[in-house]
């Protein structure tokens, strides 16, 4: 089946620090979304994106499309010690809303 | 509005013994996922049901069954279980039809010994 290439795998980071991180895979997909998971909690979504070449923000967060359909990315600026979660990005090739995700990327932001 | 709600919040079980793990949304949704998550790694899907009336398999199916009871309700059950299936379970749902985005419920942590 299709898979994601999440990375980095973790991030260890200083409060106020910017932060990027990315996800491709081998296989085209028409939708990527990007969720966060708070621990002991399930995944929130963050910002989803339908179009390739598609930039998208939401508050310290942008996320791109990218050009292939084969990657995304996510910047989130000046973090703050709230941002500390597990992200994953998700690729979706229909609109029947199965979703392939990646292995997450840790962050841990230090105040 | 409670969104996505799963019941039990943890179980521990003896391989072997079987149990229903249960999902209910309010959110008048049409399709209903269950997925498991294991230490360091993303979400598999398990199960999925389009629409009322209808399941098919995901990526990691075996060792479990499904029901969509209705709208609202969709259970997985784990026949026998083993050590293996010791692992995270959620449920989500969206709307479909388009609007691909997943709600997820809280999970439920499950230790098989």
């Known amino acids: 089946g299709q898979q994601l290439n999440q990375s980095p795998q973790s991030m260890f980071i200083q409060e106020g620090e910017d932060v990027s991180m990315n996800c491709t895979s081998s296989?085209?997909?028409?939708?990527w979304l990007w969720y966060k998971q708070d621990p002991g909690e399930g995944p929130v979504l963050l910002i989803a994106?339908?179009?390739?070449?598609e930039l998208t923000s939401n508050g310290r967060l942008t996320a791109q499309f990218g050009i292939t359909r084969k990657d995304s990315f996510l910047n989130i600026s000046a973090s703050i010690p709230s941002d500390v979660g597990i992200y994953f990005c998700?690729?979706?090739?229909?609109?029947?809303?199965?979703?392939?995700f990646g292995d997450g990327t840790t962050l841990t932001v230090k105040p | 509005n409670a969104g996505v709600t799963q019941t039990p919040k943890f179980q521990v079980l003896k391989t072997g013994q079987s149990m229903t793990l249960q999902c209910a949304q309010d959110m008048n949704h049409n399709s209903m996922y269950w997925y498991r998550q294991d230490p360091g790694m993303g979400l598999r899907l398990i199960y999925y049901s389009a629409s009322e009336g209808t399941t098919d398999k995901g990526e990691v199916p075996n060792g479990y069954n499904v029901s969509r009871l209705n709208k609202r309700e969709f259970s997985l059950r784990l026949e026998s279980a083993a050590p293996s299936q010791t692992s995270v379970y959620f449920c989500a749902s969206n709307l479909a039809g388009g609007r691909v985005e997943q709600f997820f419920g809280p999970g439920t942590r499950l230790t098989v010994l």
């Open positions: 994106l339908y179009k390739a070449g």
């Open positions: 998700a690729g979706q090739l229909t609109n029947a809303g199965k979703s392939t």
């Open positions: 296989s085209i997909f028409n939708t």
